[in-house]
């Protein structure tokens, strides 16, 4: 699908990854939606990415704010061609920690913890994606649908949370891009590896970052825009579906 004139949503649009996407197609011509849960962020970003370009208030975890903001999107423009699904948040944690003078476990995964992560990182892809492409058949759109899943996916120590969520974002690619074949909708996942954005940055330990960065081959991490461009690449080329691209400079955990 060449993007030009097409209308794009990206969530967890007002920064790194979803923010970087969004430009990308905002330079390709695309009409672009970004939807985020930080009206300020928001803001920001609609002016610094210019074009047409519509931001949209949503929290992914809530059905009504999100069948809300894909209603949204449409009425504005008019069509809904492609979503990628970019929302997520990090909250790490060991499943449990034993102190190494007493032997005894001294603290736990909260369940907070766990549900927090699941309900943006996975229930959130479950319900954008499900209104996206509820909107695109509607509309008469052959869309594309873009999962952002995570290289955790495969069980990444002290991200149970996370881990488990990408691997399930993984699997819903695989069965969406079956199921929505027949309605001339293409679904895909992307799986990048430790990219530096604000998010990795600011919320991974750093020694644990140190740690990663070390084992990746080409000997860096990812940038913002290699991940976009991945995307890009997954929405312009028509024979992408139900299948994961692992942009990640070969690390494998």
């Not at 927090?116 to 319900?127: P, R």
């Not at 590896?193 to 990746?216: C, H, N, Q, S, Y």
């Not at 690449?233 to 400079?249: H, K, R, Y």
């Amino acid at each position: 699908m060449d993007p030009k004139g097409k209308v794009v949503v990206v969530t967890g649009g007002a920064g790194g990854i979803g923010l970087e996407t969004a430009r990308h197609f905002v330079d390709a011509g695309a009409k672009v939606a970004i939807m985020d849960i930080d009206p300020a962020a928001l803001e920001m970003a609609v002016a610094d990415l210019g074009g047409e370009v519509l931001g949209v208030a949503c929290n992914v975890s809530d059905e009504a704010s999100v069948e809300a903001a894909f209603d949204e999107v449409v009425s504005h423009y008019g069509q809904l061609d492609v979503a990628v699904l970019n929302a997520g948040i990090l909250r790490d944690g060991l499943l449990i920690k034993v102190d190494r003078e007493t032997g005894k476990v001294r603290g736990k995964m909260s369940l907070s913890q766990w549900q927090s992560v699941i309900d943006v990182n996975l229930t959130g892809v479950f319900l954008t994606g499900r209104e996206a492409a509820i909107r695109m058949v509607n509309t008469g759109c052959k869309g594309v649908l873009v999962l952002i899943s995570s290289i955790a996916k495969r069980g990444n120590i002290g991200q149970t949370n996370y881990s488990a969520a990408k691997a399930g974002v993984e699997t819903l690619a695989v069965v969406w891009g079956k199921e929505l074949a027949r309605a001339g909708i293409r679904v895909a996942s992307v799986s990048p590896g430790f990219i530096a954005t604000p998010m990795v940055i600011r919320d991974m330990k750093p020694e644990m970052l140190d740690r990663f960065r070390k084992m990746i081959p080409v000997g860096r991490l990812g940038k913002p825009e290699e991940i976009a461009h991945t995307i890009r690449f997954v929405v312009e080329n028509d024979l992408i579906c139900a299948t994961d691209i692992e942009p990640s400079g070969g690390l494998k955990l």
